[in-house]
């Protein structure tokens, strides 16, 4: 059904797809190619919620030539008015003559009819061509989308021996400054972090994207500024001083507590989240992780936290991707753990991982793992 | 100095010399190259002490066509009367022309008297070609003859949080099959496998080399048969029962002892080595390496032994690299340390690595470093 060259011109929709991935959220990074008589006429990318859509782009880019062509596009084009006029009708518009759509959107809103629109005006549509690799541009959306939680990814550092810090505390620098500047590149491409009071009081520590860390090119917003990440706080007891650096630049800190407190004086960038306590008073993290999803239009979510959280997250099996950085270290038993973790009585029980990815980062090892 | 075709050729010779690496100890490995008129004519690798040297099989090769030759060896040849005549002289009454020498022979019975004993005849003698990459294929020997203690490998198993057993000790199986095959291929290329009687009398580990496990293709001696490490088992209180697996078969079993206790009934397999104490009442590890290294020609020591131990390694700097296999797995902080090291006040302070290879190997991963 596809042939060699519509896996080549899916895979450049692809590939146009993913240089929205510092910019689009919420929306899903989307890639359009446009193509008649075997030469790309136009392409483009969706860049940031508000903005055109990629077949958009793409159609520009064709002119008239579109009329009978085959338009490339990693994602269902879209049917309903939304912030832009539904991409459907433009291809349909423009005459372009076949679609091929490497995957259904799940938005509840599309859902199919973009692709029914687009049948009932007489164009052909193919459905799945690369859709694995389709998916994987949007791992945040169609977590979103589909389980109604952002796509949580841990960041650990910690010595070979699994160890974040001494058991005086000292963890200045475990990890080199490549490595630090790595976490950049991961902030950069999520919509929020989340961490903990107690570590951002540690450390006083702003979570935030800072440029001049970046070792490789992230596009900005259309604004010219980089998108910043929203910080999401746990604040269980409203306590954070106001005068933390966290509140002095970078994204919207969302302070998540267990009770709202109308009366609190809050620095303009900050807002409160009521998260309700589960049955051991803890953050029910669950419950949070929808709301952050589906009030807060949260894909992904990275998490920077100390042993407790991470332990929490793993063993509520919130956890989707790991990123470890190792530093070349042994720190030794009585240094401090990386994850708190109930007492196992037999290994099948543990958090099973499997390493997608492993590479130098500076002088330290970084290592990616799902959950199992 | 040297030519392309010299490092070629030396290159040539350096993997002839790696062929020996499961059977020479506790000889070095040496590769020899003969080549006239840019054609190789004969080489050849020392293959197990007692056997003919490097030079002799690659003279062999090459009959009277030695004549105005020149010979490429990894490491100088000898001078002297050993199991075998020295080769400098079968090089000279062969007619070699030239030999370039990778690195002077550090052992105190040849060290330069190799050469002397060549250009006395009047053969031209270069040294240095290549001579990094051959001293990384001795390893062992080198450390033996300059530092009069063993290469030590440490092998560690841990979880990604470093840790190597539940805290009720289940540990079976952390890694996986390819794992414990890898380990089979260290253990064929070591004099030695390091261990204590607590941890072979809590797995009745045999430390042996398991035919049936090896993956890649390990050479045997002249004999046909696999050369067996030799057990070195930490045995304070002479208390390791006789009836343990380490004493049905495989190499020699060493127990050190703190009192040689002339009485006891040891299998025939198994024999008494005294090493003092230290200060702290332990087995004073450096006078128990220089005794391996100096009285039981122990080139390479393979260390699989429990967190106490690799601590003690560890912390006194007797540890040159650490092999360490990571299961995908998260143990939490209630299993069990991967070493045991004092409680340090400064990340100053610690062990410090530098990475060497990593890799994956069936399901887990296997980091390398040395102790820097």
Redesign the interface.
């Known amino acids: 059904m596809f042939s060699a060259a519509d896996t080549a011109f899916m895979a450049q929709a692809i590939r146009q797809a993913e240089l929205g991935r510092y910019t689009t959220s919420p929306n899903p990074n989307v890639g359009a190619v446009l193509v008649k008589d075997g030469a790309v006429i136009g392409c483009g990318y969706h860049k940031q919620a508000g903005g055109p859509h990629a077949e958009v782009f793409a159609l520009r880019e064709a002119g008239t030539a579109a009329k009978g062509a085959t338009c490339y596009v990693t994602l269902e084009p879209c049917s309903h008015f939304g912030r832009t006029p539904p991409c459907a009708e433009a291809l349909i518009a423009a005459g372009v003559a076949r679609v091929v759509v490497a995957m259904q959107d799940p938005n509840p809103q599309v859902a199919g009819r973009g692709v029914a629109m687009l049948r009932a005006a007489g164009i052909t549509v193919e459905i799945g061509l690369l859709e694995t690799q389709a998916r994987a541009v949007n791992p945040g959306f169609l977590s979103r989308m589909e389980r109604q939680r952002p796509y949580v990814q841990l960041k650990l550092a ?6 974040t810090a ?3 505390g ?5 990890t080199g400054d490549a490595a630090r500047a790595d976490v950049q590149h991961y902030r950069a491409q999520s919509c929020a972090v989340l961490s903990t009071a107690t570590t951002v009081m540690a450390d006083n520590a702003r979570l935030n994207l800072r440029a001049e860390q970046l070792l490789r090119n992230v596009t900005t917003l259309e604004n010219g500024v980089l998108r910043q990440p929203k910080r999401v706080i746990l604040d269980r007891n409203g306590t954070l001083d106001g005068k933390m650096a966290i509140f002095d630049d970078g994204g919207e800190v969302l302070l998540c507590v267990s009770k709202l407190e109308n009366s609190r004086q809050l620095p303009n960038i900050a807002r409160q989240i009521h998260c309700p306590l589960d049955n051991n008073a803890q953050f029910d993290l669950p419950v949070l992780l929808e709301h952050l999803a589906v009030r807060e239009n949260i894909n992904t979510l990275w998490v920077e936290a100390g ?1 407790t959280l991470a ?1 929490t997250l ?1 063993q509520l099996q919130l956890v989707d991707e ?1 990123i ?1 950085y ?1 530093a ?8 401090q ?11 099948a029980a ?6 997608t990815d ?1 590479r ?1 980062v500076g ?1 330290d ?1 970084r ?1 990616t ?1 799902l959950l ?1």
Not at 158 to 163: E, K, Q, T, Y
Not at 337 to 347: N, T
């Open positions: 910690a010595s070979l021996d699994g160890r001494l058991a005086n000292d963890s200045k620098w475990l042993a332990g793993l790991l470890v190792i070349p270290k042994l720190l030794g038993n009585t240094a753990p990386l994850a708190v973790l109930p007492q196992f009585s037999a290994l543990v958090p099973q991982l499997s390493w492993v130098m002088q090892l290592l793992a199992t």
